[in-house]
């Protein structure tokens, strides 16, 4: 029997519930979340996402079938018509233009995470750079999810980042969370343990500075 996705978490479990339950994520279900540290994710994380979508394009390039041509495209996409719009918008509601979203210098937390995935793409082969993907496009998605399903999660009017999480919840989001997914499980099926063990330390270390992320807008680091 091969791998799938389930097994990285496992291999990866402390890591990977301090990623999905960190305090940012908490503050962002219960709305003690201090808006500042909100509103300097919210700048950091467009630029996260343009470097991402790059890396989605790196995974159309490196591309040797056409089954995984169409899910490079999905993953940009999902980023650049999905996510990246209603960033924009989401932004603009808390008063931050996309003319001050260009201007941004990016945070030491958003430099070591988006360089570490492109150039996981860059010396790895596809599998690597998906793997080192998985953190953001399944995270954001198993977030939502996981706030959903606490007692302590505040929805509607009373929580000013209810739109966080229906942005994430939302069907588009979601398919392609388990589009992701699906291919993922496929490509883990057919790897040796020796294979699967390098993945993990990909997976890993791309969650590790997921959970860097979130503490750099605790921080209101730069």
């Known amino acids: 029997m ?3 996705f389930s ?6 479990q402390d890591d990977w519930r301090a990623y999905i339950e960190h305090p940012f994520v908490c503050g962002l279900g219960d709305a003690t979340l201090d808006e500042r540290a909100f509103r300097h994710y919210l700048q950091q994380d467009y630029l996260f996402l343009i470097h991402f979508a790059r890396a989605y394009a790196l995974a159309g390039y490196k591309s040797r079938t056409l089954e995984d041509l169409r899910q490079a495209h999905e993953g940009l996409r999902a980023i650049l018509d999905v996510e ?3 960033h924009v918008g989401y932004c603009r509601e808390w008063g931050i233009s996309e003319a001050d979203l260009a201007a941004l210098p990016e945070a030491r937390a958003t430099l070591a995470y988006t360089r570490y995935v492109l150039d996981t793409g860059h010396r ?4 690597d750079l998906h793997v080192a993907l998985a953190p953001c496009l399944v995270g ?6 996981w706030l959903n399903a606490q007692s302590f999660t505040v929805r509607g009017d009373a929580n000013p980042y209810d739109a966080w999480i ?10 392609a969370m388990h589009a992701e997914l699906e291919w993922l499980d496929t490509r883990l099926a057919e790897v040796t343990p020796r294979r699967f063990a390098e993945l993990c330390s990909v997976f890993r270390d791309a ?7 979130w503490q750099m ?4 680091a730069s």
């Open 217 to 220: 807008g605790l921080e209101l």
């Open 207 to 213: 969650t590790r500075l997921e959970i860097d992320f």
């Open 84 to 86: 990246l719009d209603l």
């Open 140 to 145: 954001y998605g198993e977030i939502a999810n």
């Open 166 to 175: 229906a942005m994430y919840e939302s069907d588009d989001f979601q398919a």
């Open 2 to 4: 091969g791998y799938r």
């Open 7 to 12: 097994d990285l978490t496992t291999a990866c």
């Open 124 to 127: 790895g082969d596809l599998l």
